[in-house]
């Protein structure tokens, strides 16, 4: 708002109590910025004719941290007709800490919201814990099903409570699943974490077997590895019996080279051949092995971690053979010695005391004869327990390697089941929402006999995925949420088929009860990485944003993923939760595409609180009057109506103030 000078636009009367006036300047020398209602795109396009929403279609949320009871009164006397409580807590709830949880309403609650609700004609919808944990169960160290299924429950609870309170509609949570490098997977799209991300993210593989963690791969450590050997015909890799790379060996050899000027032979002994690898041999391995395979294709992060695997069984099997190879010798030796034992002990017997030294140095000329020198005269029988116990020594030595022998089979089996962390993940999620999808089914059903719900047109209860606030983990990119819906709408069908439903039924269920909200504040937390066109300014870089934006929801609203909407508003950074219009992300742009789908349009306030949903009525509703004209009759004109007009002094005092006590309004309140 711009200060202007009074003597210009008001004259030159002036007394102690006048101030500068806050007007609008009539010659337009000086811009005055709105906020209000603005009805052109960011490319500058007039928005379409019959923008604008209905006030009651534009709802609010409570906060999640506080009786969602009481909330709902507050919201109720601010005027939304639609309302979605949430809920801060998990597990078990603290209301002293604000920290609650749908559990933590009692049956007479949940009726005392479900009849404010109805008695008020507002729609109600529920946002699970806002904090939930990743549906798939991931983890520092990998993904737990414990884990997984404690978020699964905290969405039936949600769905629960909506069941009692709501008359069909969201149940909300967050899709936020793992992190993956934001370059490794839309560098394609310009988008970018960190300068040194494409080198420095770890790409992360977990054992199928049991969700745990195996391996951080990067790209920008180097990996020695030996040089295989190739079949020269057909350029193929060769393998052992054993069906392992054959590493390349260098036999000993001989090299001239000229020293002083002198020409010198150089011994050279033979060597296993290795090199020092970069990404892209791996990346060129994972390559020439998926055109040979295509029906088992790994990533260069896979090849990485195989070729690494590879040298470990080898080295484990080497070390087995080592000890293990004379395995079944050492064992006959131990029963020739035995028995060899068992002769000489009786012969001693029947010795006399004082021949006893001829057995004795015919035991030393034995020993003797085969390469064992003793330290000492001694018995035959002595000399037999003392090489019975050195071979048994050996025979334990030898057992213990049977270690590395499990080591490598340990290892070729993680080949087996060592798969990139979103093949994994992935189908996680998807079960976790396809089971929440049908618990959504089973109560939508049970509200439809239920009493109270008598003569009440009861709609689907929906489990409604939201796109994460985080762009660094999956689940905050439009596709992921796009490809979590499909998956899971999959997944239900599967199960639905499973218990006897018809194909072309369980997907029409599946898609009533699982749908996508999209909070387009969210999706514009994507800016900050966006790395456009140095070459452009920042104006038309903020355009390619929103352009690329605008296309993400344009694909989402053409393949049906979409049931429910988040309006909040930030500058592209954090998910800070503006008074919508008062940041940069397309929400108008995003609404006049979305509206043909009839979603809930839910605004949620941050501190603001019904600011925000002011700002929502002004900014995207119709005019006061409910009439398509907007640009002289909006809410900003209610709200902000004091503007351009002279603003009346700060105070007064001394003898031109009237007695309070003596002078008072027609309605006896106090002049104060």
Known sequence: MAYVDNAKYMGTYTNALDRNYEIIDPTNEIAIERFDVQDSDFEGKPMSPDFGFKISELGVSTPPFKDQLEALKSRIFQGASKVELGFMGQGKGSASQGQYTPESYGFEERRDIRELARLNKVELSSHAAVHGNSLAGYSQNGFEERQREASLHEIQKAVDFAADTQKGGAIVFHLSEFPRPVSEWYGDQGFKAYPLEPEKAPLLLVDTRTGRLIDQVRKDVRIVTPEWERDPATGDYKYDDEENRIPVWIPDRWEEAIENGVTKRKFLPGHFNVQERRWQYFEDEAKEWNEKNPDKPRTAAQQQLFDRLDMQIAQSRAFAKLRGGDFDEMQQEAVKIEEALNFYEKIEKDVPEEELWKLKREARDIASQTGFIPGEYKLPSELLKDTLKRVRNQIDDARAFVGYVAQAEEQAKTKQYAVPIEQYAVQKTADTIARAGVHAMQRTEWMKRQAFNKNEKIEPLFVGVENAHTPDVWGGHPQELKEAIIQSRNKMTEILEHQGYKESEAKRLAE?????????????????????????????????????????????????????????????????????????????????????????????????????????????????????????????????????????????????????????????????
């Open 512 to 672: 009533e009860h699982i749908k996508a909200t999209v909070d387009i504040g969210h999706a514009n937390t994507w800016k900050k990485f966006f790395q456009g066109d140095p070459n452009k300014s920042i104006e038309e870089n903020e355009k390619s944003f929103k352009r690329w934006l605008i296309g993400q929801m344009d694909d989402l609203i053409k393949n049906k993923i979409i049931g429910h909407v988040h309006v909040t508003d930030n500058f592209g950074f954090d998910d800070e939760h503006l008074v919508p219009g008062t940041g940069n992300a397309p929400i108008k742009e995003f609404l006049d595409k979305v509206k043909k789908l009839n979603p809930s349009i839910i605004i949620e306030p941050a501190h603001q609180d019904f600011r925000a949903t002011l700002g929502g009525w002004k900014r995207f509703g119709q005019g006061i009057y409910g009439l398509p004209r907007r640009d002289t009759d909006t809410w900003a004109d209610v709200e902000h109506s004091y503007f351009g007009k002279p603003a009346p002094p700060y105070f007064i005092f001394g003898e031109t103030a009237p007695d309070p006590e003596a002078w008072q309004l027609w309605s006896q309140t106090r002049m104060e």
